[in-house]
T-cell receptor
């Protein structure tokens, strides 16, 4: 069966520091992968999606970037964090029937 | 673009009560999912239901695509049902999904 991992689970970072969040999917190949952000008490905002290695689309202009170094690995990065980057970051993949499955998330607090 | 609205935004129930959550969408769809986000933030896939009715234990869902709405029924609610319920719809011709604003449910013991 397929499993999606995210790490770290929680992260507290100072403003201006770099960021790297990792998402890995097991049990499938060439998945469509997604990064979402959820602010406290709010809905999900799509940040990036990728339909293959080196095929990444950005949905929201911001100081975040995404990379896909391997087929089943999706990385969310920032060179300098802002206070507004705080939130809950969720990675998801799409099964062939277009069902979405989410990872456990990373809770990021920028101070 | 397609609009997805959920109602009610907040709901408080006594344990054992039944409830109906609604998801309205502005365009025709060929896929719709319901999710439950538990208090720890994990999004759990409840139903993939582009049309018709499905049931899973105390939960069931109905999508009427022609009338552009979906309903999630929770019967005999339990405290573990608390959390936020989202519906999500793929944007036609893209690989993107749009989420509704969610219904926050609190079940009291």
């Amino acid at each position: 069966s397929q499993t999606i991992h995210q790490w770290p689970a929680t992260l507290v970072q100072p403003v201006g520091s770099p960021l790297s969040l990792e998402c890995t999917v097991e049990g499938t190949s060439n998945p469509n992968l997604y990064w979402y952000r959820q602010a406290a008490g709010r809905g999900l905002q799509l940040l990036f999606y990728s339909i293959g290695i080196d095929q990444i689309s950005s949905e929201v202009p911001q100081n975040l970037s995404a990379s896909r170094p391997q087929d089943r690995q999706f990385i969310l990065s920032s060179k300098k964090l802002l206070l507004s980057d705080s939130g809950f970051y969720l990675c998801a993949w799409i099964a062939p029937d277009r069902t979405q499955y989410f990872g456990p998330g990373t809770r990021l607090t920028v101070l | 673009g397609i609009q997805v609205e959920q109602s009610p935004p907040d709901l408080i129930l006594q344990e054992g009560a039944n409830s109906t959550l609604r998801c309205n969408f502005s365009d025709s769809v060929n896929n719709l999912q319901w999710f439950h986000q538990n208090p720890w933030g994990q999004l759990i896939n409840l139903f993939y239901i582009p049309s018709g009715t499905k049931q899973n234990g105390r939960l069931s869902a109905t999508t009427v695509a022609t009338e552009r709405y979906s309903l999630l029924y929770i019967s005999s609610s339990q405290t573990t049902d608390s959390g936020v319920y989202f519906c999500a719809i793929p944007i036609s011709g893209t690989y993107k999904y749009i989420f509704g604003t969610g219904t926050r449910l609190k079940v009291l013991a």
